[in-house]
C-alpha cells in the first residue's frame, strides 16, 4: 500500500469537490468515508517508484491494478510559486524511462486535465496543511474551506487537538 496521501472527493451539485485527505484506504475506512474517486497529491507522486518497490511488477503492477477498470485520474493544475510556469497533465516531465509511460496513458486519456480551478488556491498543498494541523499551527485554518476546517475540528482528524 502506497504511503502517499491521498484525497477522497465527491460529486457536489455536479462539481467535484475534495472533502477530506487520507493517508491510505484504511484511514478513510476509519473516518466511514466512502469514497467514489481517490486522486493523488501530484502525479509526480504517481510516478516515483519508491512507493512501489514491494510490489514485483514495480511501478507498471501499479499502473496495471490502478488503470484496470478504465480508472480516470483527475489532474489539478500546479504552480509552485507565482513566479513559476503553469503545469498540466500536457508539461509534465517525470523520470527519462517512464516519460513513454506517462505519454502513453496522456494519451489514451487515463489522465484528465481539470480546467475549472482558481488561481489563488494553487500556492497551497495538502501536505503543508496536513503538517500545520499535526503541529498545532492555527494558520492552516485560512487554507481550507469553513466547512472542511469544522469537520477536520469537530471530529479531530490528522492528528488535529482540540484546544
Known amino acids: 500500500m502506497s504511503l502517499a ?18 493517508f491510505s484506504e484504511n484511514d478513510c475506512k476509519r473516518a466511514n468515508a466512502s469514497p467514489s474517486l481517490w486522486v493523488s497529491p501530484s502525479v509526480y507522486e504517481l510516478f516515483a517508484e519508491k512507493y512501489y518497490a514491494d510490489l514485483p511488477g514495480g511501478i507498471l503492477e501499479n499502473f496495471g491494478r490502478l488503470l484496470k477498470n478504465d480508472l480516470k485520474v483527475y489532474v489539478y493544475p500546479l504552480q509552485r510559486s507565482t513566479t513559476d510556469e503553469l503545469e498540466t497533465i500536457r508539461t509534465v516531465k517525470v523520470k527519462d524511462d517512464l516519460q513513454p509511460l506517462y505519454d502513453y496513458l496522456v494519451r489514451r486519456g487515463s489522465f484528465v486535465q481539470l480546467d475549472n480551478y482558481n488561481p489563488k488556491y494553487l500556492p497551497i498543498f495538502s501536505r503543508d496543511v496536513l503538517k500545520r494541523i499535526a503541529s498545532g499551527d492555527e494558520s492552516w485554518d485560512q487554507m481550507v474551506p469553513p466547512q ?15 484546544h
Open 148 to 162: 472542511v476546517a469544522e469537520i477536520i475540528r469537530r471530529r479531530g482528524f490528522f492528528g488535529y487537538k482540540k
Open 5 to 22: 496521501p491521498y484525497s477522497f472527493l465527491r460529486k457536489q451539485r455536479g462539481e467535484v469537490v475534495e472533502t477530506s485527505t487520507f
